[in-house]
Nanobody
Framework: QLVESGGGLVQAGGSLRLSCAASGRTFTYYAVGWFRQAPGREREFVAAINRRAWSGTDTYYEDSVKGRFSISRDNAKNTVYLQMNSLKPEDTAVYYC????????????????WGQGTQVTVSS
């Protein structure tokens, strides 16, 4: 089970930190991705981080969030974080975390397990 939290309403330029807590699975076996879906749009890749066995520090970002978002993981807490800074109205979406076995994948089909999502709304 994956549970996202930390979403909310923030003004443009503000920050939020999303958390993705995993239970019932050996968290360190999985790469973790964050995706988002805005109304009327397809789900899109945001960021990913490799599992510890490969390289817990390997991270990947969609171009529009590079330099603003940062993904990290705490395997001891079975939690992955997405720190979002300098938020823009176009970042408004439901954000999902997912577990998979493919390192750094940007494709949702490569992720096996998904959370229920958390809403992020950025006002202008």
């Amino acid at each position: 089970q994956l549970v996202e939290s930390g979403g909310g309403l923030v003004q443009a330029g503000g920050s939020l930190r999303l958390s993705c807590a995993a239970s019932g699975r050996t968290f360190t076996y999985y790469a973790v991705g964050w995706f988002r879906q805005a109304p009327g749009r397809e789900r899109e890749f945001v960021a990913a981080i490799n599992r510890r066995a490969w390289s817990g520090t390997d991270t990947y970002y969609e171009d529009s969030v590079k330099g603003r978002f940062s993904i990290s993981r705490d395997n001891a807490k079975n939690t992955v974080y997405l720190q979002m800074n300098s938020l823009k109205p176009e970042d408004t979406a439901v954000y999902y975390c997912a577990l998979g076995f493919t390192a750094g994948s940007r494709w949702s089909r490569d992720y096996e397990y998904w959370g229920q999502g958390t809403q992020v709304t950025v006002s202008s």
